[in-house]
């Protein structure tokens, strides 16, 4: 008989089987220490939240902060942080209603009413992916049976509330718990929960077919269809129903998604612009924080399902450079919105954004509004919790890379797999596979479509050349330790952006302008904004109106790389492993107004200034740049 569910390409390892090292546990670290790892001790919708028995928040943002802290506290394996989780879980756990219903019935949000038929589904769709990640690292035996109660619960509701508002939007995200609690019990209610969902929720394969939302949304329209995170959320809608309906359709449309988003809304850096709603290709409009880890996310849910290399590529290119880009090198602080041109970070009247308050792209606790606070912690740790997958032919997958280690059992053995690298800051990978007992499996690597002329070596063995865009299959038995590397080379590359201006690429990092920055304190004297956990904004100390002179023949030659090693705080301005030169002229008509840079003056353009020599630095490395140049004639 046909399975009724569709196998992923790659499987997710159990949350905790991967090991982040290098700059990778670096960054988790940085992270932990900074505002994830202690949400909870000041922000009051998280310390007093209703989920855990305060009078705050009872909606989204407990659950937002626990699907990012859970994941964080069990790659890192800290046990202060897996502490902290199993306390809110325990609540969580405790005092789940009879009837299924998980936390608050009523929101305490604005505009939110506290009758339980108006509840946005959402809070609850939320705690059914937190208890997913649960019972996978944790083995709680009450986790399961608590998520089936919480879905006949989500079943039972929706006969007389139907899908409304965020809900209604993010209804997929619930095919996460249904198929993990169908894969364990194959309960066939389950996916008549899915159907009934589907048939509910917003249908994004069908909207994305007849797209009215091209241009900009319209100054002050906010609405949910263009919604920047509903629409980094929707790319995983369609592969999620593909494993339901096995329809190629369904598995053909996320493409057209990605595809219309990056070219009428799409950024250097792989992300798309919306504050708050999709907001077009100029390169001030802003993207919001949570706009960037669902992405992510999304992109993490695609290759697991669909196995396609091209989904990884996209991955690594947020994860090094939109996600480090939008935080403060120590993680205490984040913007709502970032920009690919950011000249100035502060509180002004009137700035670009859509809908978006004027504060949105200052660095602190909860700028503009508070859910990329509670949504932020998922960033890191799901992308390494997803850098490692199983294959359907026994073997290990590596669909991300970043410096970190697995142990993989194959026939009833363990075997130690270990990737040691800079990567992104470095082209060279070095694998080992360390096999007490002779092991037969396979092991996938992911070559970037952009890695023209990789070279592969296992052992002493002749080298290979495996094709760019593809994953390249190494079937053997392993035996002892055997060591692979492979070179991922890293050219670089002008992209073509809005007003005919580049931007610089090499390889998965993106490079920006180097300008000084000034960071000055704000709001000291408001609650809970005490060191560490303070609100900034951030003012330039040199020009940044420059034109480069760079062409797509010689660009070889017209940019040269350095490359540092990898320090401490390897996403900021002094820390950066890897810099680039080139020169440029001022552009002394290229102004600021209102806090941005004014409108990408369009190539090719002319400048009588003299030439001087800039440095650009990742994306993921600056908080003031400029990323999307005029080019000189
Ligand atoms: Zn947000």
Sequence with gaps: MKPKLKDPVFKPLPLGSIHPRGWLLNQLRIQADGISGHLDEFWPDIQHSRWFGGDREGWERAPYWLDGLLPLAYVLDDPVLKGKVKKYLDTILTHQAEDGWLGPRSMVQAGGRPEEQNYDLWGQMLAAKVLVQYHEASHDPRALPALDRLLQKIDRHIDTAPLFNWGQFRWFETLIAIYYLYERTQAEWLLDLAVKLHAQGFDWTSFFERWPLKGPTPKGRWNYMGHVVNNAMAPKMPALWYRL?????????????????????????????????????????????????????????????????????????????????????????????????????????????????????????????????????????????????????????????????????????????????????????????????????????????????????VADEAALQPRAGEFARIDRTWEGKTEIELRLPMQPELQQRACNAAAITRGPLVYSLKIGEDWRRIQADQPYRELPHADWEVYATMPWNYALKVSEDSLATDVTFQQGSVGDLPFSPKGAPVTARMQGKRLPGWKMVKGSAELTPQSPVESSEPFEMLTLIPYGCTNLRITEFPVLK
């Design 245 to 457: 309906s096995g329809k190629p359709h369904d598995r053909a449309a996320i493409h057209q998604i990605i595809d219309q988003l990056d070219r009428y809304h799409g950024m250097a850096t792989g992300i798309f612009t919306g504050d708050e709603c999709i907001a077009g290709t100029s390169p001030v409009q802003g993207t919001e924080l949570c706009a960037v880890v669902e992405y992510m996310y999304s992109l993490e849910i695609a290759i697991s399902i669909l196995g396609e290399a091209a989904f990884g590529d996209r991955l690594e290119k947020i994860a090094f450079n939109a996600l480090p880009g939008t935080f403060s090198p120590d993680m205490w602080a984040h913007q709502y919105d970032q920009q690919a041109n950011q000249v100035e970070c502060s509180v002004l009247p009137g700035r670009t954004w859509n809908t978006n308050g004027d504060a949105s792209n200052t660095f602190g606790v909860e700028p503009n509004y508070g859910c990329c606070t509670a949504n932020l912690s998922q960033g890191w740790p799901k992308f390494a919790s997803h850098l490692w997958m199983a294959t359907q032919d026994g073997g290990l997958a590596v669909v991300a890379y970043a410096p970190s280690q697995v142990v993989w059992q194959a026939g009833g053995k363990d075997v130690l797999v270990t990737l040691e690298t800079d990567y992104p800051f470095s082209e060279e990978l070095h694998f080992t596979v360390d096999a007490a007992q002779p092991t037969a499996f396979p092991l996938w690597l992911r070559i970037p479509a952009w890695a023209n002329g990789a070279v592969l070596q």
